[in-house]
């Protein structure tokens, strides 16, 4: 059987539906030449996709996701095996009705059309074998749908067979992935070995195994999702399809429930976390039933049969309905809960898509082509990106951490902020003892421990009273404090100290680098030493990569500063720049370097006391950057702002942090400096000045035209994205990046609420908004402006309301909240003439 | 001397008592065979005829028809009064029943369904037995003086050795209670037309077949070349047929000419009951499915769609 | 009626078998377990026969400890109580199990009227246990039961023989050993799990002499790979077929 090709365009590794839907659309993308391989039989290889449950929610708190799953029903119903039935998420707690009303909000930020808020009378109507007495309300959609996956997959691949595209090999097992010079040239399979620069791991949890034949990380682990099949039950016994009620999610039990054929179908995810090494799989003929469907282990599930017995007695409680299939499910999680996708940051022509569910696989499948075909995936995937890993993410203990800590979070009431407990700092700043002495409450990001405020500056609270915006209600007063607030507003009176060790830092240099970073960014980067240029980065669709920083620290010598979350994908992005003949190169200083930021009205004269440089407007202008000594100390100080102050950030090797910090610290008590927060940072401070932020306001769905980023003209030399820019200059804007603010914050009960983010944006007399391109108006950001008194809440919004002065609403928990558009440009709510950092 | 103990239903003797002579004759050429019950004289000269130098036949007025302890009964007093080095039997429910009562009378270790025995030196026997239904074998050695063991059905090819028939008659000695458990009637036919045991052909379906409904197609395949319908433990399990078709480890062996596996994969189970037959083929999606391991023939195609057209074509080839 | 059913803990296998790197067990570590067919058929007729004539069923199990996941999955169909031999990990020869089993069913309170079990387990096989128990308690024993009623202490079985079945009749107290095709076992409800998780297990412990069978390896018989002659599909393999059952005479 060693029909296998000797040489193909690109390899699918895997034919669950993933791979399956990767293989069909680059077929419909117009690639030829190509081959997949799966170890197990068709059409159920024995992955996860065999016994997944099939049916899909299609809200989520996440745009990413939501447009993944909307673009995958979109194709499981053109393929025909898409079976409505409705859906019920149920609350048997007040906070899970208040959840609901969340998901609500989140359906209409992301345009779920007909969702409703149900009693459990209604619930009772709609699945009469429920108990509706301890349930309190449903979330109710009529869209949810149960899918045929492995029909699904089997029409992809014969569509791509039909396109003369594809050639498929089953029972053949990868067993080495051949790499050359970081670029991916074959697969070795037990049939043969196959020639290809290209190469897709859609194996679901064996993706790490094969990932690692080629030395490329894919951090997930395979976990267990318990489920049972009980019947047959006497209530379904004239059941004609495959599931003709809606499903159930019990949410407050992390548990679901679907009639299945004249079976009742119940899973969970409320189990302990069951996790399992790739080589603790069984293969397909060792298994019972598949490699993926492991033995059950009923004492996991006691609970849940009591909780399943509360919600549905009737069925659960019959003592002749019977436990006809029961297993322990694998299915794939990674440490953020969030996919793998996109070229692997170790080596080249190396794909993952990996962890990815049912709900979401065609529409993976699909931006999978083609970012391989075009470069880019319509959907701005940046938080599934594969290379938004570090280093501590990619091990074991890492993932089997956090695995474990979201795994009873799937049906989860999430907050926005909410921490991760285990696996906790890692990443010290040199700062870190000192800023823990002064109180410092710490948030995690990348890794990094970083005060998100100080308790120290408690006092603070009282000083500015009701300046600070109290806020009563559990939910947005939760991972939450006044001191953010407070410390904003001394930091604008004297000045704050910012840890901002977090910055990805990496450098470009040798005689291209200009070459390098000029193709990177939108704005000239042809500029004297010494410059320091914010920038776009683009796709080749002109909407944002990531908006960075990068100064000109020589001749042939740039510093890139990003955000620390998407910092690894921007040093891929970068590197992905780098001419093949090796005359510019990318070294990464981001452990290397530590940053603190001083900003304020005192800023300058605190400097001015541990340096004997020019620090004077005139002296260090906005927007330039050089080495000052303080003592014995050699630091890059940089002059910008992300919080609407004048001030430095302070570049410096990270053993000398400590003493650097000192150096400041202490100057600047007598300026009345404070420890500031990323609460002010992140938050606070740029809310206020209308600073977009990427991953919110920024990604590859807008463009710097409706980001209002634009320059007055586009520099001559080539870059990523410049004609899909110039093209963009040229057409009708059809949405604006707004400033809005809240003009009554009382609820129905009179409590003031305050959003956080991701809200429905409505007219004035309930509606959705929607702009020309389909995409609906949301909160992309909310928070306090304490400056102003105000709560802000930037969102994109059409033309005919991106006019100052309009008046709209934001729902909020299940209530209208009015809105006002203050600000249409790109200049903050606050000094607006930018005084403050320019002085 | 090693003694084996003949089995026979009413005067017809079990063909894997023949593999049972032959494999003890490989060990000693001195094997003696014990036959117990209504028609144990008809089978000496058979035995005789694969190599039994002597035939014991017991007699006892109440032993007729089969009665597992009072022959193991009869088997005890010969193994006191001459003391062989080993007692064999088949490897069948009868063979290895009475030589469970043997070795529990005597509190003797007992090696069943072997598929190659070894005397050693001493007291001890090197053997190879088989677990799982035969999908995993056992090598062991046994530390007795009188090795108690059945064969596999078989694992041993029976040979014929004329030995001169030599038949010595001797009375059993019951004890209290030999004869409470016996046969007392025998009723109908399990399967009803062709028995799934001894037909010469199976029609076989499993899983792939995804219902009751299409196993009407393996009947009429049955029908139309005088076979058998069989099926897998998962078939039996999810209620579509009744046990009695049920092949496999727990089910039915079946060691027909042609056994035709219908969407079955092969599990251990499985392939256990199915793999004497002479000739297997198997239809399956799956070409690399286990039970094409096992197959001479198999055709690559679903079932629902393959079976109407075979059946055509078979049919118009047996007009 | 005060029915004892033996049951044992099985791998339950797929169509491979991997062995420990020793090769003396199956590794298990990948493979879940369960009992035996034929046991799950004893288990199910005994709760069947005390559901129509009252009484208990008592499960005894001898082996690993972790058996009693085995005991509460019976216990959910309607088995009442449980002796768990706990071996300490080590595995019984049949001449050992039944020792343990016998010394358990007769020193219990319960004077039980039948002993159920299997006709052999599906791992070891030894088609030996039941009838030793019998031996030691000085019981009749029926094996290979495939048919069982019971009516005034009589219990009367049928055993299947080629395509018929031998019919034996035995007073009770006994042992009767069972075939898998006695009846098609329940699935056990979520309502019966729940009651099962209360029900009492006692554990004993036990300890037994050195086997006189000892194992020296445990060898996955070489599949002799055929090399099945590929007929192809379709209307091409229909008649492709024909032929080969002509070739090999069972089609005239």
């Known amino acids: 059987m060693s029909d296998l090709p000797s040489s193909a365009k690109a390899v699918i590794i895997g034919a669950g539906i993933v791979g399956n839907s990767v293989a069909f659309h680059l077929a419909d993308l117009g690639w030829r030449d190509l081959v997949q391989v799966d170890k197990g039989p068709l059409p159920n290889p024995g992955g996860s996709t065999g016994h997944a449950s099939n049916f899909i929610f299609p809200t989520d708190h996440g745009k990413e996701i939501t447009q993944l799953t909307a673009d995958s029903v979109r194709q499981y119903r053109e393929m025909g095996v898409f079976t409505e039935c409705g859906g019920i998420e149920v609350a048997r707690t007040p906070e899970r009705v208040q959840e609901l009303h969340r998901r609500m909000a989140s359906a209409k930020s992301f345009e779920i059309e007909d969702t409703e808020i149900i009693t459990p009378a209604r619930v009772k109507e709609l699945v009469p074998f429920i108990d509706e007495s301890v349930i309190l309300a449903g979330f109710y959609t009529p869209s949810v749908g149960v899918v045929d996956s492995l029909r699904a997959g089997t029409i992809m691949r014969e569509k791509a067979m039909a396109l003369n595209a594809l050639t498929v090999s089953a029972n053949t097992e990868v067993l080495d992935i051949e790499v050359t010079n970081g670029k991916v040239s074959g697969v070795v399979t037990d049939k043969g070995t196959i020639k290809t620069e290209c190469v897709v791991i859609a194996c679901g949890c064996w993706s790490p195994k094969i990932a690692a034949m080629a030395g490329a990380s894919i951090p997930l682990t395979p976990a267990v999702h318990q489920m049972k099949d009980i019947g047959p039950v006497p209530e379904f016994a004239d059941a004609k399809g495959d599931i003709e009620y809606p499903i159930v999610r019990d949410m407050d039990t992390n548990m679901y429930e679907r009639q299945h054929g004249t079976g009742l179908e119940v899973g969970s995810y409320a189990h302990r976390p069951i996790l399992h090494d790739v080589d603790e799989i069984p293969s397909n003929a060792e298994a019972a039933l598949s490699p993926t469907e492991m033995p059950f282990t009923q004492k996991d599930f006691d609970l849940q049969d009591e909780h399943s017995y509360e919600l549905m007695p009737q069925i659960i409680g019959n003592e002749s309905v019977g436990q006809k299939y029961a297993i322990n499910g694998l299915l794939s999680l990674t440490p953020d809960g969030m996919p793998i996708l996109g070229e692997t940051p170790e080596v080249k022509g190396l794909w993952s898509a990996a962890a990815v569910w049912i709900k979401e696989g065609p529409g993976v499948g699909r931006m999978m082509a083609q970012w391989m075909v075009l470069g880019e995936p319509e959907i701005d995937l940046h938080q599934s990106n594969v290379a938004r890993f570090y280093d501590h993410h990619k091990t074991r203990t890492h993932i089997r951490a956090r695995t474990s800590e979201g795994f009873n979070k799937t049906y989860g009431i999430v907050h926005p902020a909410e921490q991760w407990d285990s696996n906790r700092n890692v990443r010290l700043s040199p700062y870190y003892e000192r800023e823990k002495a002064l109180g410092a409450v710490f948030y995690e990001g990348v890794g990094w421990e970083r005060p998100f405020w100080y308790e120290v500056n408690a006092p603070l609270v009282e000083k500015f009273g009701d300046a600070v915006m109290p806020r009563t209600a559990e939910w947005e007063s939760r991972w939450w404090s006044p001191i953010i607030n407070a410390e904003h507003l001394q930091m604008r009176e004297t000045a704050g100290l910012v840890d901002l060790s977090a910055f990805a830092i990496f450098d470009v240099t040798g005689p291209s680098a200009l070459d390098v970073v000029q193709r990177a960014a939108l704005r000239q980067m042809d500029v004297a030493v010494g410059k320091v240029i914010y920038t776009p980065v683009l796709k080749p669709n002109g909407g944002y990569q990531s908006d960075l920083t990068i100064m000109r620290l020589g001749h042939d010598h740039f510093r890139v500063v990003t955000g620390g979350a998407h910092g690894m994908a921007d040093l891929k992005w970068f590197r992905d720049h780098l001419p093949a003949d090796g005359t510019a190169s990318v070294s990464d200083l981001t452990s290397a370097m530590s940053t603190i930021g001083i900003w304020g009205p005192n800023a300058r004269k605190i400097m001015e006391k541990i340096t004997s440089a020019d620090m004077s407007h005139e002296g260090f202008p906005f927007g330039t950057c050089r080495i000052i000594e303080i003592g014995t100390q050699r630091v890059l100080a940089s002059r910008i702002s992300y919080v609407g102050d004048l001030g430095w950030e302070l570049y410096i090797p990270a053993e000398q942090g400590a003493k650097l910090w000192d150096a400041v610290w202490d100057a600047g008590q007598e300026f009345g400096l404070i420890p500031v927060g990323i609460g002010v940072y992140g938050t606070t401070g740029r809310l206020e000045k209308g600073y977009r932020a990427y991953g919110a306001e920024l990604d590859s769905e807008y463009t710097v035209l409706e980001a209002g980023m634009a320059m007055k003209k586009v520099k001559d030399q080539d870059f990523t994205g410049k004609a899909a820019h110039l093209r963009h200059r040229d057409e009708p804007v059809v949405a604006h990046m707004c400033g809005l603010t809240i003009t009554d914050h009382a609820s129905s009960t009179g409590e003031k609420r305050y959003p956080l983010g991701g809200e429905p944006i409505l007219t004035k007399d309930g509606q959705p908004i929607t702009d020309a391109k389909g995409r609906r108006s949301f909160a992309t950001s909310a928070g306090s402006a304490p400056s102003l008194g105000k709560h802000i809440i930037m969102a994109y919004l059409p033309p005919e309301y991106a006019v100052e002065g309009t008046e709209l609403l934001v729902e909020y928990m299940g209530e209208h909240y009015p809105v006002v558009v203050e600000r249409t440009g790109i200049a903050g709510l606050f000094d607006p003439t930018n005084e403050r950092i320019m002085a | ?319 | 009626m005060d029915i004892a059913v033996c049951i044992k803990r099985v791998p339950l296998l797929g169509s491979a078998i991997v062995l420990t790197a020793d090769n003396m067990a199956i590794d298990t570590s990948k493979v879940g377990f369960g009992l035996s067919p034929h046991e799950e058929c004893a288990v199910e007729a005994a709760v069947k026969l005390v559901e129509e004539n009252g009484g208990s069923v008592t499960l005894i199990n001898i082996g690993h400890i972790d058996g009693e996941e085995q005991i509460r999955e019976q216990m959910a169909i309607g088995a009442d109580r449980a002796i768990l031999i706990d071996t300490n990990g080590a595995e019984p020869d049949p001449q050992a199990a039944a020792t343990a089993l016998a010394d358990a069913i007769s020193s219990d309170d319960t004077n039980f009227d039948l002993v159920l079990m299997g006709s052999e387990s599906a791992d070891y096989g030894g088609s030996q246990t039941g009838i030793r128990v019998a031996h030691k308690l000085g019981l009749p024993v029926v094996t290979s039961v495939k048919g069982l009623k019971i009516d005034s202490g009589i219990a009367t079985c049928e055993r299947a023989v080629g395509s018929t079945r031998e019919v034996y009749t035995v007073p009770l107290p006994a042992v009767i050993t069972v075939k898998d095709g006695l009846n098609i076992p329940r699935y056990a409800s979520v309502p019966g799990r729940m009651k099962a998780r209360k029900k009492p297990v006692d554990i004993k412990q036990v300890s037994f002499a050195g086997s006189r069978i000892t194992t020296k390896q445990l060898v996955v018989p070489v599949q002799e790979a055929k090399g099945a002659t590929n007929l192809g599909t379709g209307a091409e393999a229909a008649d492709a077929l024909v032929e080969v059952m002509k070739q090999i005479g069972v089609l005239s």
């Open chain 2, 1 to 319: 001397m090693i003694l084996v103990y003949a089995e026979h239903d009413r005067g017809e003797l079990d063909p894997v008592t023949l593999q049972a002579i032959s494999a003890a004759k490989a060990l000693d050429a001195d094997v003696q065979a014990v036959v117990v019950g209504h028609g144990a004289k008809d089978v000496a000269a058979e035995l005789a005829a694969f190599g039994a130098v002597s035939v014991h036949v017991g007699n006892h007025p109440e032993l007729l028809d089969f009665t597992p302890r009072a022959h193991a009964r009869a088997v005890n007093a010969l193994v006191t009064a001459n003391s062989p080095r080993a007692v064999i039997a088949g490897g069948t429910p009868r063979g290895n029943e009475v030589l469970g009562h043997l070795a529990a009378m005597r509190d003797e270790p007992f090696a069943s369904e072997c598929v190659s025995i070894e005397l050693a030196s001493g007291d001890t026997a090197e053997i190879v037995r088989a677990r799982w239904g035969g999908n995993l074998l056992d090598e062991a050695t046994v530390t007795s003086s009188l090795l108690i063991a059945t064969v596999q059905a078989h694992a041993f090819a029976a040979t014929s050795a004329d030995a001169p028939l030599s038949v010595s008659e001797f009375d059993v000695e019951l004890a209290d209670g030999d004869v409470l458990v016996r046969v007392e009637d025998r009723v109908g036919s399990s399967a009803g037309g062709v028995g799934l045991a001894e037909a010469k052909v199976v029609v076989s379906g499993g899983r792939g077949m995804d219902g009751p409904d299409a196993f009407v197609m393996l009947e009429e395949i049955a029908g139309v070349i005088g076979g058998a319908v069989g099926c897998s433990r998962v078939v039996t399990s999810a209620g579509w047929r009744p046990h009695a078709e049920q092949v496999g480890q727990t089910g039915t062996k079946v060691a027909p000419d042609l056994y035709l596996a219908c969407g079955i994969s092969g599990a251990t189970q499985h392939i256990a009951g199915c793999k004497s037959a002479k000739t297997l083929i198997a239809i399956n999606t799956d070409s690399q499915a286990p039970i094409m391991g096992f197959a001479d023939y198999m055709v690559v195609d679903n079932v629902h769609t393959f079976l109407p057209l075979f059946i055509e074509k078979l049919k118009a080839a047996s007009n």
